[in-house]
């Protein structure tokens, strides 16, 4: 891959296209299997969700997206510069997610818990407000 990155650096049109390209297949992928998780909890588990609370949901998503590629590109350049750290990344991403309410409700901590999760991780205000919305409550 640095050969690669290397190449895209020295030709022509530069690094911008083939990166912009590359961000936006990602984006893709993500937003087609984020589809087919909704598509399969509607049709297995009855989860009903309406065409506005998708527009919501899609909303939110376009107001948190900047916040999480600025944090991507801060553990991007944290790994670059000091050349290892793969693994703590991968576990403060891990614990991230843990700890944001992703896999239980918040509302089954402590009441100090749920505070500094909220103080601390951005997913967490994300992650409620996304569930918010498309239980309707929001």
């Keep these: 891959?640095?050969?690669?990155?290397?190449?895209?650096?020295?030709?022509?049109?530069?690094?911008?296209?083939?990166?912009?390209?590359?961000?936006?297949?990602?984006?893709?992928q993500d937003l087609v299997q984020t589809l087919f998780?909704?598509?399969?909890?509607?049709?297995?588990?009855?989860l009903s969700v309406s065409a506005l609370h998708f527009v919501g949901a899609f909303a939110l998503v376009a107001l948190a997206l900047p916040a999480f590629l600025g944090l991507g590109l801060l553990?991007?350049?944290i790994l670059l510069f000091f050349g290892r750290g793969e693994g703590a990344v991968g576990q403060t991403l891990h614990l991230a997610t843990v700890f944001s309410g992703v896999y239980f409700p918040l509302a089954t901590l402590p009441a100090w818990a749920q505070e500094i999760l909220l103080f601390v991780s951005p997913l967490t205000g994300v992650v409620q407000a996304f569930r918010e919305i498309l239980q309707g409550s929001g």
């Excluded at 998780?37 to 009855?46: D, E, K, P």
């Design 75 to 77: 553990s991007a350049a």
């Design 1 to 28: 891959s640095e050969q690669l990155l290397e190449d895209l650096s020295l030709s022509k049109g530069g690094l911008p296209l083939p990166l912009a390209g590359l961000m936006t297949s990602y984006v893709l």
């Design 37 to 46: 998780y909704l598509f399969v909890a509607c049709t297995i588990f009855g």
